[in-house]
């Protein structure tokens, strides 16, 4: 059986005294698309900066490639990428200055081949001149996912990332997702949404988080009806309304 990409376990983030993430504990194997589900404030963010290296863990322990990321996070971080809603890009640098920026820093090999690939793949070519602080949300969305592409990934962070496309285009952009993890059986995705078609959709598994702590975890397909419950939005609206009802 193959090495997961990822494992957390026990995992707990204080601030203040308020536990944001609480003993949670999961894993994402080789080819697998994981959801990880909640209403805001539920822990997603802490835990997806926690996995990348931006926050340090309270307690427990976080392994990637079967490495620990407490002591190999230089090497971790430079076969993993991500993208997401609430982060930003130099807005006076172009839209190329900024992908080769990034692939320096994530020491990608042919620079402009790969850039040049990236920029037609997620239809930016007419934006290369144009400096990232003047393009709408859903154009800067499409660099943010060119930039989380630029070191073909074995582990891909997404946090919300079709959030800014209108309908056209986020199913253009799931379709080369799917492509990419097809094409690479070792490649791990964790995927956060609030769209749970689009979950349904992509996701092999899905961990619904409430408060910091995982409540509930299986097949996006049937978990909603282990719960009597019709469909996946259904689940997520108790789960954020009443989570106490689910346990």
Not at 41 to 54: D, E, Q, V, Y
Request: proline letters at 4%.
């Amino acid at each position: 059986m193959s090495e997961n990409i990822l494992e957390v376990k026990n995992l707990t983030k204080t601030y203040d005294g308020l536990e944001a993430v609480r003993d949670i504990s999961f894993s994402i194997a080789p080819g697998e698309i994981l959801g990880l589900l909640g209403p805001n404030g539920a822990g997603k963010t802490s835990t997806i900066s926690m996995i990348l290296g931006i926050l340090e863990p309270t307690s427990g322990s976080i392994t990637v490639f079967g490495k620990p990321l407490a002591e190999k996070r230089s090497d971790i971080l430079s076969r993993m990428n991500f993208t997401a809603t609430y982060t930003s890009l130099p807005g006076n640098l172009t839209v190329s200055q900024n992908l080769f920026i990034f692939a320096l820093l994530y020491n990608v090999s042919d620079r402009k081949f790969r850039i040049e690939y990236l920029l037609k793949e997620f239809d930016l070519e007419r934006f290369r001149d144009t400096k990232t602080g003047l393009l709408s949300s859903g154009e800067l969305s499409r660099v943010n996912l060119a930039k989380a592409f630029l070191n073909e990934p074995a582990l891909l962070l997404l946090d919300e990332p079709t959030a800014s496309l209108d309908p056209s285009s986020a199913d253009e952009v799931r379709q080369k997702i799917k492509n990419y993890q097809r094409a690479r059986a070792n490649v791990g995705i964790l995927w956060t949404s609030h769209n749970m078609n689009e979950i349904e959709t992509m996701c092999d598994r899905v961990l619904f988080i409430s408060h910091g702590k995982i409540l509930l975890a299986g097949d996006p397909k049937t978990l909603p009806g282990e719960y009597r419950k019709k469909n996946l939005e259904e689940l997520f609206i108790t789960v954020a309304r009443e989570p106490l009802s689910l346990q």
